[in-house]
């Protein structure tokens, strides 16, 4: 019995219990409110991410959008490929660099939407212009225009004109469904990567025994322009197309989360099983703080999320406030409440009106 109670109330058994319980309370939420596919009895239990939301935004152009998500998209996966050339496999050891190459497959897959949403609309326009020059041979006065539908106005599915986005935008699809869920991932993860490494990485290193290993993380890996653009940038990055594009906040993206996260945890014990060392000082399960520190990187998950939501708040009060000022002008006022309805939605329980 002694026996029993000195291993439950051991470091590590706590530890692992911490881990295990968060990794289910994150399956959990991914089962009961799926982000990727609607859900077995084919309710929508999340915000219909169609390729419109996807790919477009309110304040850019479909094609500004892709150029800007490309541009991204080369920057990140050039940097990525250079510190692999440099460094080789060694750096995907770390948490880090499983998200910055996240990041980068999130802007491939958004500009190939935006791409789409551009393709669309240009067949789109082709069309209408097509009709008008029929209509116009036959001497009718009347334009040929495409007039907003119900769905496509309350869904946000609508152009700068005014007029409802092409009906092959407004389909919820693999690609919209997986650029929504790794926005929302990638959102709270740079948060989570610059907080940790300058307010606990960092800090630990810096303090502990200087040894050459640690002297070579700190030079190689953390204060370097690499660094800067892993450790911080990052976020500006994935902050621009927030206020850039149309994804919807959605509650339940703390599931896919979660699991990300869970599933680097558990490389991170393959890796201490296989080598002996833990990748990161603050994973040690040996120690006697580690519950806390479990516990506390669980709760940094929850915190990070909350700090988007209140970034979606920013957003929708930013172009509130340019739709209702005197100076909005430029279809401004269907886009405010676009971005307005999707902040609500996202504050609210998640699913479709």
């Not at 799926?34 to 309710?43: E, H, N, R, V, Y």
């Not at 490309?70 to 050339?85: D, K, N, S």
């Not at 791409?115 to 008008?132: F, G, I, Q, T």
Request: charged share 10%; net charge positive; with cysteine.
């Amino acid at each position: 019995m002694e026996t029993a109670l000195e291993w439950a109330g051991s470091s590590a058994v706590q530890a692992h219990t911490v881990l295990a319980l968060s990794g289910l309370t994150s399956l959990y939420i991914t089962i009961a409110r799926p982000t990727i596919k609607l859900a077995a009895d084919g309710s929508h239990t999340c915000p219909p991410a169609s390729l419109y939301e996807a790919g477009t935004s309110p304040a850019l152009s479909p094609v500004g959008m892709c150029l800007f998500r490309f541009a991204m998209a080369v920057y990140i996966f050039g940097m990525g490929a250079t510190q692999y050339m440099r460094m080789g496999t060694y750096v995907f050891k770390f948490y880090t660099i499983w998200n910055w190459w996240l990041l980068g497959l999130y802007f491939t897959l958004a500009a190939t939407a935006s791409a789409l949403c551009v393709l669309a609309e240009s067949r789109a326009n082709a069309k209408s212009r097509a009709a008008s020059s029929a209509a116009g041979a036959n001497g009718s006065n009347q334009p040929a225009a495409t007039s907003p539908t119900a769905n496509g106005t309350a869904s946000g599915d609508v152009t700068k004109a005014g007029t409802a986005a092409p009906s092959s935008l407004q389909r919820a699809t693999p690609l919209s469904r997986t650029c929504h869920a790794l926005f929302m991932i990638n959102s709270s993860t740079v948060i989570i990567v610059d907080a940790v490494c300058w307010g606990l990485l960092y800090p630990m290193l810096a303090r502990g025994p200087q040894t050459p290993e640690t002297q070579r993380i700190i030079k190689r890996l953390l204060l370097t322009f690499t660094s800067y653009n892993q450790h911080g940038l990052n976020a500006l990055y994935v902050f621009a197309d927030l206020f850039l594009n149309r994804h919807r906040l959605a509650f339940h993206a703390t599931g896919p989360l979660g699991l990300w996260s869970m599933a680097y945890a558990v490389w991170a014990h393959v890796w201490h099983a296989k080598s002996g060392k833990w990748l990161y000082p603050f994973l040690d399960t040996s120690k006697p703080w580690a519950p806390v520190a479990y516990f506390g990187l669980y709760m940094v998950h929850w915190i990070a999320f909350g700090l988007v939501a209140l970034l979606y708040r920013v957003k929708a009060r930013i172009y509130g406030g340019g739709g209702n000022g005197s100076g909005g002008g430029g279809g401004k006022p269907h886009l405010v409440a676009a971005v307005a309805s999707g902040a609500a939605a996202g504050q609210g329980k998640g699913k479709t009106e």
